[in-house]
């Protein structure tokens, strides 16, 4: 099947500082990328849809200041994580493709 | 997106069939039924999909019935490996150009040996 990267796999920071966060189809390519935000023993939580050429869209809820997204390319989507505080911690993962989706392996912010 | 309903965790021995259910009464004509599994700190990974009746693959089987307003996941001889949280998804996402997926609160399988 094909293949979602994330970069990092793991990043601790300190709080206030900025995370970016890189989801990318290795493959394929992808006008829709998805990104997910799972806290322990929960299950995953559709953030936004990321849209190669245009604006995210984001569910309700989410802080479009906050966690910004960029879609520059259809290969490559990143979230960033802006003034990054301890509630923000959690295990961040995009998914991408057609049809099927393909999982990314997650990114795991730890925020001090 | 139609709501899924899953057994919050089951129970298991190697060896031994599991079958999970997954109820999705308000499921649309164009949806399709779609299972992932999730190792912990890992992303989901596509197990199977179906539309209606029966759908086997390498790893598992996906049984849909004519009101295709459930659907169970069986998985033969599982082992201690298998022991995951699986989620049963529904959505007009099969080769359409939107694949918004909603996770319910997937079924912990866990197998003893």
């Known amino acids: 099947g094909a293949v979602v990267s994330q970069h990092p796999s793991r990043v601790i920071c300190k709080s206030g500082t900025s995370v970016k966060i890189e989801c990318r189809s290795l493959?394929?390519?992808?006008?829709?990328m998805f990104w997910y935000r799972q806290f322990p023993k929960q299950s995953l939580m559709l953030m936004a849809t990321?849209?190669?050429?245009?604006?995210?869209?984001?569910e309700q809820g989410v802080e479009k200041d906050k966690f910004l997204i960029n879609h520059a390319s259809l290969t490559l989507s990143t979230l960033t994580v802006t003034s990054a505080h301890p509630e923000d911690s959690s295990f961040y993962i995009c998914s991408a493709g057609r049809g099927e989706q393909y999982f990314g392996p997650g990114t795991r912010l730890t925020v001090t | 997106l139609a709501k899924t309903t899953q057994p919050i965790s089951m129970d298991s021995y190697e060896g031994q069939e599991v079958n999970i259910t997954c109820s999705h009464n308000?499921?649309?004509?164009?949806?399709?039924i779609t299972w992932y599994q999730q190792f912990p700190s890992q992303g989901p990974r596509f197990i199977i999909q179906?539309?209606?009746t029966k759908v086997t693959n390498e790893v598992a089987s996906l049984f849909i019935p004519a009101d295709r307003k459930s659907s169970t996941l069986s998985l033969p001889r599982v082992s201690l490996s298998d022991t995951a949280v699986y989620y049963c998804l529904v959505g007009d996402n099969y080769g359409g150009a939107t694949n918004k997926l909603i996770f319910g609160t997937g079924t912990l399988l866990a197998v003893q040996p």
């Open positions: 990321s849209n190669e050429g245009s604006k995210a869209t984001y």
């Open positions: 179906g539309y209606k």
């Open positions: 308000n499921i649309a004509t164009n949806d399709y």
């Open positions: 493959d394929f390519q992808a006008t829709t």
